[in-house]
């Protein structure tokens, strides 16, 4: 039972980019069957929003979008109010229970059924909850709308989580790690740049461990991070490709090796180390030793002098004394990362870590998180101020967020959403979005760049 044509929906993706690319995929979805998406809430019949369960904080966000939503219910032509997601899979019944104005809930594993699930609830339908199976693994012939600039789309290669790190509520919520193909994921990047895009940005869990279940299946299979790179840089077409979540013991010389002979493959390294004490590490079971992460970006800083490197560190974790912390501190100083952030400790139910002794109280949280990020402040200063007089090869997204006046872009240092960008304020006659040019840095500032086209 088909809902009628042009039906609208408006969308509203909260989280990472992995779930942006599943908000893409219910997009594809309600496309081929005559839905339209808008982007103005006004017109929309309903509403779907993809929700995180990652953190206290982001479940709050979801929550509180949630009830706004219905609440506008009253006052506009909004019929149906849809939490999807992370959040949804995670606490299923009980959202049933506590949020009994949202129509339809939809778990992380049936998103991509969104219009047949549409369709009946408009048909009259009062099914309330799909939570069939706990994670969908993208297939060669999902349909996807890509949400980002024409000239830049997320890839996503693989669910679900092969590591158990006792901070982290993933595996429980989107299950153990399954990789889509090198196949797959190629062919899927191909027409992604047929389409226009430029810079493929690859997403999962933990780059370092794609395909390792596809091994384990069959001993004869190909399928690596280092032959996924190899292939996209060879076949792709994409003239940036930018690999996100590496953990540090995967990345190998083979990886360096394809980063220096590979032009399109960008010399951006995310790899979060969470902390830096040997025994903070063995309680959040990260499985590496503070000697091998620094002998990771010693062989990544030797190798490739122009790499940037981004981490992020979690303050507060339990158990955590003054002394580790000060080590975590003195870390982060002498290593001088060109990007950090960092995360006050978030105690998640159903995780190791959550049910841990000598949980630390929030004003000590606070009070390291400050003084990270204020040494990371001056860390991002120098290190922004080192980049006046350079000439960079920049992509241009779209102009200046403030003004017609300006565009801005980025350069390879800088990854969408979560860096600074490029202000370009002067030589604009001649180029437009999606545009390579080259820009001499003129000017500093706290996270973004200003130069002109040279």
């Known amino acids: 039972m088909q809902q009628s044509q042009n ?16 908000t893409e995929i219910m997009y594809g979805s309600l496309k081929t069957r005559g839905y339209e998406v808008v982007q103005d809430l006004d017109l ?44 949804t899979q995670r606490y299923k019944k009980d ?26 609830s408009f048909a009259g339908d009062e099914k309330k909850e799909y939570f069939d199976r706990p994670t969908y693994l993208q297939e ?73 279940d596809l091994r384990k299946q069959d001993a004869e299979a190909k399928d690596s991070p280092n032959e996924l790179l190899k292939r996209l840089a060879d076949e792709s077409g994409a ?51 503070r000697e ?3 002998s990771s970006i010693k062989n990544v800083r030797e190798q490739l002098p122009d790499a940037i490197i981004r981490t992020q560190f979690i303050v507060g974790f339990p158990g955590e004394t003054q002394e580790q912390f000060d080590e ?51 860390i991002s200063a120098d290190k922004q101020d080192e980049h006046i007089g350079n000439t960079y090869k920049v992509l241009i997204d779209a102009q200046h967020e403030e003004t017609d006046l300006l565009v801005q872009g980025r350069y390879f240092g800088q990854a969408p959403d979560i860096d600074g960008v490029v202000i370009i304020s002067d030589g604009l006659e001649n180029y437009q979005q999606g545009d390579f040019v080259n820009v001499q840095v003129t000017e500093a500032h706290d996270y973004d760049l200003v130069g002109a086209i040279v």
Request: hydrophobic share 40%; charged share 30%.
């Open 328 to 378: 975590l501190f003195d870390f982060v100083e002498a290593n001088r990362f060109d990007r950090v952030g960092a995360f006050k400790y978030s105690k998640e139910e159903g995780t190791k870590a959550g049910s841990m002794e000598n949980q630390i109280d929030e004003d000590i949280k606070e009070e390291r998180f400050h003084q990270i990020m204020t040494l990371q402040k001056e």
């Open 140 to 212: 060669a012939n999902t349909p996807r709308v890509n949400s980002q600039y024409k000239h830049r789309a997320y890839l996503k290669i693989s669910e679900g989580c092969k590591k158990r790190c006792s901070f982290c509520a993933i595996p429980n919520i989107r299950g153990n790690l399954q990789s889509r193909t090198v196949e797959a994921i190629v062919n899927e990047a191909k027409l992604l740049v047929v389409g226009g895009v430029k810079e493929l940005i690859v997403i999962s869990h933990d780059f370092t461990d794609y395909g390792w």
């Open 7 to 22: 039906t609208k929906v408006h969308f509203i993706s909260l989280g990472c980019p992995k779930n942006l690319v599943d």
């Open 292 to 294: 091998e992460i620094e």
């Open 95 to 120: 959202l049933v229970e506590e949020l009994p104005e949202v129509d339809i809930f939809v778990g992380s594993g049936d998103f991509q059924n969104i219009a047949d699930i549409l369709d009946k």
């Open 239 to 289: 003239e940036w490709i930018r690999v996100l979540y590496l953990y540090p013991d995967g990345i190998n010389q083979e990886l360096i090796n394809l980063i220096k002979t590979r032009k399109n493959l960008l010399p951006y390294f995310d790899m979060p180390l969470q902390h830096i004490n040997n025994e903070m590490l063995k309680k959040m079971n990260r499985r590496m030793t």
């Open 44 to 87: 929309a019949e309903a509403v779907i929003i993809n929700s995180c369960g990652f953190i206290e904080d982001s479940k709050a966000e979801s929550i509180s979008t949630a009830l706004k939503m219905t609440e506008l219910k009253a006052s506009t032509q909004i019929k149906k109010v849809v939490l999807a997601g992370c959040l």
